[in-house]
C-alpha cells in the first residue's frame, strides 16, 4: 500500500523458484527494514526524534519468513520511505529466533496462542508509546490458535427404555362458545342444546308473522260466525231437533278457508326458498315438521272451536226445537274443530309431499268437494248407486252434517256419532307419515 504522497509504482516481474529470498520489488529510495535471521539487511531507519514536528515516514514492504530460507542470504530490497512493512513471523521450530527489531511506523501481523489454551479473540488495538511494551506507533493483529480438543468421557451403556408412568385422565376443559375455540372469544349469545320448544318457538313466530295466516284465519271466522248468525236468523221460530244442528252450513264453508292455510304454512317456504334457511338453522327436519304439525293444529282447533261455539250457542237462543245432549254440545262445538283441524293438518301434508302451493290446493279442493259432485251425477245410474252412496257416506261434507246429527242419506249403514272423526284421524296420520318419510330423504 503506498503512501497518497507518492506515485504508484510498475508491477515487477516475479523471481524465479529456487532464488536465495523473496520479497518485495523495492522501490526509489527505499528505507532499509530489518529482516531475521543472518541475512544482510539495509541499515536501518533512524529512530524517531521527538523534536521533529512531523511524524517520519511510514515504510510498507511485505515479507514472508521461509523455514528454508531463514539461513540463506535475503535479497536486498531498498525500500522508498513511507512505506509500511506488513510481516508474518512463523512459530520458531527449534530455536527462538530473536525478536525482530521494531520501528515506529511498523505495523505486524502475529499469530500468537491465547494463554490457558483457548481462544480469546482480541480487537485490533493500535498501542501508543509505552503500552505495554510495544513501541509507539506499533499496531498487532492477533490471530487465535484453534481451540484443543476436549477429551472425551467413556460412554455409558445405553439403558433400556422404561415405560412411562400410567397419568389419571384429564378433562378437557369445555369451551364457553363454539365461537371461542382457543382464540379467547365468548360469544354474549349463551350455548344450550336445542330441542323440540325451540322449534315451536320459530314455528309460532313464522305462523302469526305473515299476513296470510292472518287473512285467511280472519276469513274463516268471519265465514263461520257470520253465516252462523245469518242462518240462525233466518231459522228463528222453527223448530229443528236438535237445535244446534243447522251450524254445520256454516262450518262447511270455513273448511275452504283452513284448507289453503294448511297448504301454505309449508309450500310457501319452499317457494320462496326460506325452507333451506330453516333446515340450516334446524337440520333435524322431522323436527321441523314436528313443530309445523303441532302449531298449525293448535292454532286452527282454537280459533275453529271458538267460532263453532258461538254459532252453536246462537243457534241454541233463536231456534226453537230439543235441548242438544252434552255428547251434540261437544260434537257441535270440540268435534267440529277438531275434524276442521284434522282436515287442515291433511293439506299440510299433502303441501309438504308435492311442494307446491296451487297444486297441493287444487288436489285438497278435489278430496273434498269431488266425491259428493261425482255422486251427484252417479244417482242416475242404477248400476252406480252403491257406488255413488259410497261417495257420498264418506265424503268431506256428509262427514261434518253426521257430527251434527243430520247426516245426508240418514242413518242406515253410515257412520255416526264421533266415527267420521276417526276416519279423518287415520287417513291424516298416513299422509302424514308419507311427508316425514320423504322429507328426510329428498333434498331441500
Known amino acids: 500500500m503506498t503512501s497518497p504522497q507518492q506515485p ?17 520489488q523495492p522501490m526509489p529510495p527505499a528505507a532499509p527494514v530489518p529482516a531475521p535471521g543472518p541475512a544482510p539487511t539495509a541499515g536501518p531507519m533512524p529512530p524517531a526524534s521527538p523534536e521533529l514536528s512531523t511524524p517520519p515516514p511510514l515504510s510498507t514492504s511485505f515479507e514472508r519468513g521461509d523455514p528454508h530460507a531463514q539461513g540463506g542470504p535475503a535479497s536486498p530490497a531498498a525500500e522508498e520511505p513511507g512505506t509500511m512493512l506488513l510481516q508474518a513471523q512463523a512459530q520458531p521450530q527449534s530455536q527462538p529466533q530473536p525478536a525482530p527489531v521494531k520501528e515506529a511506523g511498523t505495523m505486524m501481523l502475529q499469530a500468537q496462542p491465547p ?38 468421557l467413556p460412554q455409558q451403556p445405553p439403558q433400556p427404555p422404561q415405560a412411562p408412568a400410567p397419568q389419571p385422565p384429564q378433562q378437557q376443559p369445555v369451551s364457553a362458545n363454539w365461537q371461542a375455540g382457543n382464540v379467547g372469544y365468548v360469544s354474549p349469545i349463551p350455548v344450550r342444546p336445542t330441542h323440540l320448544g325451540h322449534a315451536l318457538a320459530a314455528e309460532w313466530t313464522k305462523i302469526r308473522s305473515v299476513r296470510s295466516t292472518i287473512w285467511t284465519l280472519g276469513v274463516m271466522v268471519v265465514l263461520i260466525v257470520g253465516i252462523g248468525l245469518l242462518t240462525a236468523t233466518a231459522m228463528s221460530g222453527h223448530t229443528v231437533s236438535p237445535r244446534i244442528s243447522f251450524g254445520f252450513f ?4 270455513g273448511t275452504l278457508c283452513i284448507i289453503p292455510l294448511g297448504v301454505l304454512v309449508i309450500s310457501s317456504e319452499y317457494g320462496t326458498g326460506l325452507i333451506r334457511t ?8 322431522a323436527r321441523v315438521l314436528a313443530a309445523k304439525s303441532i302449531v298449525f293444529f293448535l292454532l286452527a282447533f282454537v280459533i275453529t272451536t271458538l267460532a263453532t261455539t258461538v254459532v252453536s250457542l246462537a243457534m241454541a237462543g233463536m231456534v226453537g226445537g230439543r235441548e242438544p245432549t252434552i255428547s251434540e254440545w261437544l260434537r257441535c262445538t270440540v268435534g267440529a274443530g277438531l275434524y276442521v283441524s284434522m282436515l287442515g293438518l291433511l293439506a299440510m301434508a299433502v303441501g309438504s309431499l308435492l311442494r307446491h302451493s296451487a297444486g297441493a290446493i287444487s288436489a285438497m279442493f278435489g278430496v273434498v268437494l269431488l266425491p259428493m259432485l261425482l255422486a251427484v251425477f252417479m244417482l ?6 252403491w257406488l255413488a252412496k259410497g261417495l257420498i257416506t264418506y265424503s268431506v ?33 298416513v299422509a302424514l307419515a308419507a311427508a316425514f318419510a320423504v322429507q328426510e330423504r329428498r333434498d331441500v
Not at 490457558?116 to 498501542?127: K, Q, S, T, Y
Not at 253426521?402 to 257412520?415: E, K, V
Request: aromatic share 4%.
Open 8 to 24: 504508484q509504482p510498475q508491477p515487477q516481474p516475479q523471481p524465479q523458484p529456487g532464488a536465495p529470498g523473496t520479497g518485495a
Open 115 to 152: 494463554a490457558g489454551g483457548h481462544p480469546e479473540p482480541r480487537p485490533l488495538a493500535a498501542h501508543g508509546p509505552g503500552t505495554q511494551g510495544k513501541e509507539g506507533g506499533t499496531m498487532m493483529l492477533t490471530v487465535p490458535a484453534p481451540p484443543q480438543a476436549q477429551p472425551q
Open 250 to 253: 256454516s262450518v262447511m264453508l
Open 278 to 285: 330453516t333446515m340450516t338453522v334446524c337440520p333435524s327436519r
Open 380 to 385: 242416475g245410474a242404477s248400476s252406480l248407486q
Open 397 to 429: 261434507p256428509n262427514s261434518l252434517a253426521t257430527l251434527y246429527g243430520i247426516p245426508f242419506l240418514g242413518t242406515d249403514g253410515g257412520p255416526e256419532g264421533w266415527t267420521p272423526l276417526w276416519i279423518l284421524t287415520g287417513v291424516a296420520a
